[in-house]
Nanobody, 125 residues
Framework: QVQLVESGGGLVQAGGSLRLSCAAS????????MGWFRQAPGKEREFVAA????????SYADSVKGRFIISRDNAKNTVYLQMNSLKPEDTAFYYC??????????????????WGQGTQVTVSS
């Protein structure tokens, strides 16, 4: 099991930027893909971005492609989500998650076994 703690959320105006961080502890971090998901009020949790265990491969939801960048630093057991050109529709609770199985690049929430407590991102218009 791995423990995840997100930080970096907050209130930002449309067009602004935020960087989320997710610090991991416990299980070997570097062997597992990591993902970011979000959930807005009244909506289901949705995939945002994922990064492979070595950082060489990434995947993004169409809604954030070209605006968000996921990265990781295995030496620091941390994954990041750089969010640029934020829009009001990006407002949500953002969660990081660790894949259930080593390697690969999952994007389905069911393939992630450990979740952080989340951090709120609010984008004002």
């Amino acid at each position: 099991q791995v423990q995840l703690v997100e930080s970096g959320g907050g209130l930002v105006q449309a067009g602004g930027s935020l960087r989320l961080s997710c610090a991991a502890s416990g299980r070997t971090f570097s062997s597992y893909a990591m993902g970011w998901f979000r959930q807005a009020p009244g909506k289901e949790r949705e995939f945002v971005a994922a990064i492979s265990w070595n950082g060489y491969s990434t995947s993004y939801a169409d809604s954030v492609k070209g605006r968000f960048i996921i990265s990781r630093d295995n030496a620091k057991n941390t994954v990041y989500l750089q969010m640029n050109s934020l829009k009001p529709e990006d407002t949500a609770f953002y969660y990081c998650a660790a894949a259930l199985r080593p390697y690969g690049l999952p994007t389905d929430p069911a393939d992630f076994g450990s979740w952080g407590q989340g951090t709120q991102v609010t984008v004002s218009s």
